[in-house]
């Protein structure tokens, strides 16, 4: 079946534009999480998405950043007036259900990688 | 808050050798889970392996398998027989409540 997709797969951008990243996640799957992963950084969590309950929006890192989920489905993460420091490969998995009672696995998207001019 | 420590930055291992990846983390809870997570140049993260924290035998994944220690916030991946496939960077995470916290990753070579 089709895993996690992401578009586009490379963005490049002048600064202070906005841009809008994408993410299908796998159909049925009620969690949605955005990743940055900056140039020899690990993962840092962005925001994170479950059911219909408000999203957890602790990691996202200025007022810039925004993302949605419609539908519970497609998602999106919105950059404005980007910055040279967002760029990044942007990350989204998706899984099952999360906490401990019913963890299942995170499948990634191939990621967008932001590059900022 | 969650911290997960790889302090190693690069690795190499030959062909069909063994080699192991350390990862520390440092938490306040009893009860999570702990990942290994594979990314080759293709940057799709697959992941190798996991552990429940209320499990005390290690996990195992054919080739890969891991040294939970609890006590010592451990959580070391072991790779035996290595292939030239395995080359990437290797993530340790772990995950409590809604969260996975990440580590800044090993990058692994297998040199034929």
């Known amino acids: 079946g089709a895993g996690v997709s992401q578009s586009p797969s490379n963005k490049v951008t002048e600064k202070g534009k906005d841009v809008e990243l994408r993410c299908d996640p796998i159909?049925?799957?009620?969690?949605l999480y955005w990743y940055r992963q900056s140039l020899g950084q690990g993962l840092e969590f962005l925001i994170y998405?479950?059911?219909?309950?408000?999203?957890?929006k602790s990691g996202l890192p200025s007022d810039r950043f925004s993302a949605e989920r419609t539908g519970g489905s497609v998602s999106t993460l919105t950059i404005q007036r980007t910055q040279q420091e967002d760029s990044a490969v942007y990350l989204c998995?998706?899984?099952?259900?999360?906490?401990?009672?019913?963890?299942?696995?995170?499948?990634f998207g191939p990621g967008t990688r932001l590059t900022v001019l | 808050a969650q911290t997960v420590t790889q302090s190693q930055p690069e690795m190499s291992v030959q062909e069909a050798e063994t080699v192991t990846l350390s990862c520390t983390y440092d938490?306040?809870?009893?009860?999570?889970?702990l990942f290994w997570y594979k990314q080759p140049p293709s940057r799709q993260m697959i992941l190798v392996i996991r552990?429940?924290?209320?499990?005390?035998q290690n996990a195992t994944e054919n080739r890969f398998s891991v040294n939970f220690q609890k006590a010592a916030k451990s959580f070391s991946l072991k790779i035996s027989d290595s292939q030239l496939g395995d080359t990437a960077m290797y993530f340790c995470?772990?995950?409590?409540?809604?969260?996975?916290?990440f580590g800044t990753g090993t990058s692994l070579t297998v040199i034929p």
């Open positions: 998405f479950q059911g219909n309950s408000a999203p957890d």
């Open positions: 938490t306040s809870e009893n009860n999570y889970y």
């Open positions: 552990q429940e924290a209320y499990k005390q």
């Open positions: 998995a998706s899984s099952l259900v999360v906490g401990l009672a019913g963890f299942n696995e995170q499948f």
């Open positions: 159909s049925g799957h009620t969690a």
């Open positions: 995470a772990f995950h409590s409540g809604n969260q996975f916290y």
